[in-house]
Nanobody, 125 residues
Framework: QLQLEDTGGALVQPGGSLRLTCRVD????????MAWFRQTPGKEREFVAG???????TAYADSVKGRFTISRDDATTLYLQMTSVRPEDTAVYFC???????????????????WGQGTQVTVSL
């Protein structure tokens, strides 16, 4: 069993920066890919960025490429560095972990079976 705690959400001005953190507790050796998703009211949860277990493969949504960077330490912590944020980045952000090795090669559409509780990011003046 895994527990994920995502933190770091805040109110930030357009053009500003923010770093989200996800700490993992539990059976850490079972984790393969990890990712960040986001969701706004009335919309489906969408993929933002993902990284494989060996940190060789990463993937980003087109809307955040060049502005967001995903990283992780060996097992316990996942980060999302957000820069040049825009009002359309406003959402609840969720970290996710996959225990399936197949997700390593399918970061965007893979199966993520453990989730954090979400942290609110608001981009506004």
């Amino acid at each position: 069993q895994l527990q994920l705690e995502d933190t770091g959400g805040a109110l930030v001005q357009p053009g500003g920066s923010l770093r989200l953190t996800c700490r993992v507790d539990g059976w850490l050796t079972s984790i393969y890919a990890m990712a960040w998703f986001r969701q706004t009211p009335g919309k489906e949860r969408e993929f933002v960025a993902g990284v494989g277990k060996r940190k060789v493969y990463t993937a980003y949504a087109d809307s955040v490429k060049g502005r967001f960077t995903i990283s992780r330490d060996d097992a316990t912590t996942l980060y999302l560095q957000m820069t040049s944020v825009r009002p359309e980045d406003t959402a609840v952000y969720f970290c996710a972990a996959s225990t399936s090795p197949r997700t390593e090669m399918n970061l965007v559409g893979g199966a993520y079976d453990f989730w954090g509780q979400g942290t609110q990011v608001t981009v506004s003046l």
